[in-house]
């Protein structure tokens, strides 16, 4: 009886997290357009927003509880998604393209000799198979590819498949097992934040800081843009490799492919590296002093001046209309 | 101890990619190859644990692929690797035929402690450390920017979003190098003249059958150039306006 559809939804601190709903709604879509019987799967110790799982199609969820699972574990939630999906008779999962999800995936393909899709943006059936289309050399290129393999595993990208509600009332039944001595071979044993700050793997808005800044003793104009805006702040290779900014700010072949809302990219030329990973933003705002630089060739909008004085008059400028 | 480090070679990160004629893979004509970027962490690790432990142990670099790939492993060599294993196939093969093949050669040399990449900047998958690892039934930990190997146990820190996880497993383990772990050191002249007479292995990568076929590859839809608004802070407003009620996004 294989004919069921898993989204592995992931919860970080108890809380499900956006791109949870994200893997939710994208489940749901694929198991009506193919015909199967839907479920998701939650490993972790007591999850605040599970019950919201409902409004998005799922009917059913598993919650394979432990106090110990609360962190994540490759080798316990490897194990556990596993074992059900063997149980469950399962040809499908989905998991979203989040640190952990993109460690997991791979995992659970070699135990279920599972073919994976990674960072799939795009889906197509026709007749009960499934073209899956994915970025390639940072985004430079897309290619389409079929899996020949039984059971199939498709990571998606996060912030591409939008969590949309199918049902405001939708209410999953919620099966708690409680998860006997999980397999904790690789245990996280702390997690170190880091200030607060948003990721660019996750925001919706970011701006970014190239060379033109000409010094880190700078960056500030871009920090308080992105404080303006409630974005995530993020960096070219060359600000990076110069030793300005951390590398996990990086944008870029790599450093992080992006695809938020909206991204600002401030005194920064555009190399190839940096396009690759940002193009596919949904709006582009450049300010650079010259105006061939090749980010105004993707940008939305440009201003082509001095980023000194346009990054403060800016900032004012949102402040302005956000009080 | 033997410690592996798995290598790929790939086009240039500067690389504008054009489609190849088979409509599935890229154009090669043209194209600069290199060591995968990420694969310099990982050398780099794997020289560094070979001289904290007195040299007294092997550092192997392994690729999977065809003929070209031994620039890649003479790059590794240069580095200061000890030897070279290249697992010939000329033809493309997916991750899992990757992980096979490699899995396959570690165990045969009996390495403990094995780094890769994160990714390949080519098909930016992240997978073949994780079944590389699972091949073998080694533990994995990926995206490692902070790296303590003593004696059985393992201490990494592996990059998240918003911060780091410290993860603890023991020997043998797959770590996949993420920007950041250290610094990769250049190939000295002595290195690159060392490198010519060190031995690169050669044999048949096991074959394995793929799980992905690719279909096609193409270009991603072209963006079109949008409107400069201006050249001074008076273009300010504007820009603030439309992406209010233009884009409305703000």
């Not at chain 1, 948003?198 to 880190?216: F, M, N, T, W, Y």
């Not at chain 1, 300005?244 to 190839?272: F, M, N």
């Not at chain 2, 043998?172 to 002595?190: F, T």
Request: charged fraction near 25%; proline fraction near 4%.
């Amino acid at each position: 009886m294989a004919n069921k559809i898993l989204a592995i939804l992931e919860q970080r601190e108890n809380k499900l997290k956006r791109t949870a709903f994200e893997a939710a709604a994208f489940t749901a879509r694929l198991s009506s357009e193919l015909g199967l019987e839907a479920e998701a799967v939650v490993i972790g110790n007591n999850i605040e927003n599970i019950s919201e799982i409902g409004k998005y199609g799922i009917k059913k969820v598993i919650h394979f509880r432990n106090e110990k699972l609360t962190n994540y574990s490759t080798s316990a939630y490897t194990k556990i998604v596993k074992d059900y999906a063997k149980e469950a008779g399962t040809n499908y999962l989905i998991v979203s393209g989040t640190s952990l999800g993109r460690d997991l995936a791979p995992h659970i393909a070699a135990r279920l000799n599972a073919g994976c899709v990674m960072d799939c943006t795009d889906i197509q059936t026709s007749s009960g198979e499934v073209t899956y289309t994915r970025p390639v050399y940072a985004g430079k290129g897309l290619i389409d590819v079929k899996l020949k393999s039984v059971i199939k595993i498709i990571v998606i990208r996060p912030n591409i498949f939008k969590p949309e509600i199918k049902d405001e009332n939708g209410k999953a039944e919620i099966e708690v097992r409680n998860v006997e001595n999980p397999d904790l071979k690789n245990r996280v044993t702390e997690i170190k934040k880091s200030e607060g700050k948003l990721d660019v793997a996750e925001a919706d808005i970011i701006v970014s800081g190239g060379r033109g800044l000409k010094g880190p003793e700078n960056y500030h104009l871009v920090e308080e843009l992105a404080d303006a805006l409630g974005a995530a702040v993020g960096a070219s290779r060359a600000v990076v490799d110069a030793g300005w900014r951390d590398h996990r700010e990086q944008v870029g072949q790599t450093g992080k492919t992006v695809s938020p809302t909206l991204y600002i990219a401030c005194g920064i030329s555009g190399a190839i590296q940096h396009l690759a990973g940002m193009s596919s933003s949904k709006y582009i705002v450049a300010i650079n002093k010259d105006k061939e630089a090749p980010i105004f060739s993707i940008a939305d909008y440009g201003i082509a001046g001095d980023v000194f004085e346009i990054l403060p008059a800016l900032t004012e400028e949102i402040k302005k209309i956000k009080s | 101890m033997k410690i592996a480090v798995c290598v790929n070679h790939v086009p240039d990160t500067a690389t504008k990619v054009k489609i190849g004629a088979d409509q599935k893979t890229i154009d090669p004509a043209g194209v600069t190859y290199i060591v995968n970027p990420y694969d310099e962490f990982a050398i780099e690790e794997a020289l560094r644990i070979k001289e904290k432990s007195g040299y007294d142990s092997e550092v192997i670099a392994i690729s999977v692929g065809g003929d070209q790939n031994k620039e890649t492993i003479r790059k590794a060599l240069a580095m200061g690797a000890d030897k070279g294993v290249l697992l010939k196939d000329n033809n493309t093969r997916d991750s899992f035929g990757i992980a096979k093949a490699l899995a396959e050669e570690i165990k045969a040399l009996g390495c403990e402690i094995v780094f890769c990449g994160k990714q390949s900047v080519d098909y930016d998958n992240s997978i073949v450390p994780q079944l590389t690892a699972e091949f073998l039934n080694y533990s994995c930990i990926t995206v490692v920017v902070s790296l303590n190997i003593d004696g059985n146990k393992v201490t990494a820190e592996r990059e998240i979003e918003g911060g780091k996880e410290v993860v603890e497993t023991e020997l043998p383990v797959i770590i996949g190098a993420q920007k950041g772990l250290n610094e990769p050191r250049y190939a000295s002249l002595k290195g690159i003249m060392a490198a010519k007479k060190k031995v690169i292995e050669e044999k048949p990568a096991i074959p394995a059958e793929p799980f992905n076929e690719v279909l096609k590859m193409q270009l991603p839809p072209a963006k079109q150039p949008g409107r400069i608004l201006g050249t001074d802070k008076s273009a300010v407003p504007e820009l603030v306006r439309l992406l209010r009620e233009e884009a409305k996004v703000i």
